[in-house]
C-alpha cells in the first residue's frame, strides 16, 4: 500500500478555485492509478478523476469534465486536482488513492473498489 496525504481543502464561494494536492509516501511507484474521489454527507463515495502512472491516460467523471484537471508532478510522489468554477454540489470530503494497474482497470477507474490505498480525506465547502 502507499501512504497517502491530502492537503489544499477548504472554503470557497461558488465560482472560485481550489488545487488540492495529495503527498505519497515511500511505494510510490508501485501504483498503476491515481484517483480523486469525494463524498458529500448522506450519499456515496463518488469517483471524481483519475490518472494512470506517467500520466498518459486520465478520466473523469461528467460532472467536472472541463472544470476539474488532474495531474501529477514528474517523480510520482505527488497528485493534484485543479477545480475551477466550483459550485455548492461540489461540498464534499475529498480523499486521493491509488491503485494496481490491473485492479483499476477491472473495476474501473473512477470506482472505488479498485483502489487499496486511501488518504485521510480534505474538505471542501463551496458556498453560494
Known amino acids: 500500500q502507499v501512504q497517502l496525504q491530502e492537503s489544499g481543502g477548504g472554503s470557497v464561494q461558488a465560482g472560485g478555485s481550489l488545487r488540492l494536492s495529495c503527498a505519497a509516501a515511500?511505494?510510490?511507484?508501485?501504483?498503476?492509478?491515481m484517483g480523486w474521489f469525494r463524498q458529500a454527507p448522506g450519499k456515496e463515495r463518488e469517483g471524481v478523476a483519475a490518472?494512470?502512472?506517467?500520466?498518459?491516460?486520465?478520466a473523469y467523471a461528467d460532472s467536472v469534465k472541463g472544470l476539474f484537471t488532474i495531474s501529477q508532478d514528474n517523480a510520482k510522489t505527488t497528485l493534484y486536482l485543479q477545480m475551477n468554477s466550483l459550485k455548492p454540489e461540489d461540498t464534499a470530503m475529498y480523499y486521493c488513492?491509488?491503485?494496481?494497474?490491473?485492479?483499476?482497470?477491472?473495476?474501473?477507474?473512477?470506482?472505488?473498489?479498485?483502489?487499496?490505498?486511501w488518504g485521510q480525506g480534505t474538505q471542501v465547502t463551496v458556498s453560494s
Open positions: 488513492a491509488a491503485a494496481p494497474l490491473a485492479s483499476a482497470s477491472l473495476w474501473g477507474v473512477l470506482k472505488s473498489r479498485g483502489y487499496n490505498s
Open positions: 515511500a511505494y510510490a511507484r508501485s501504483w498503476g492509478y
Open positions: 490518472i494512470r502512472a506517467g500520466g498518459d491516460s486520465t
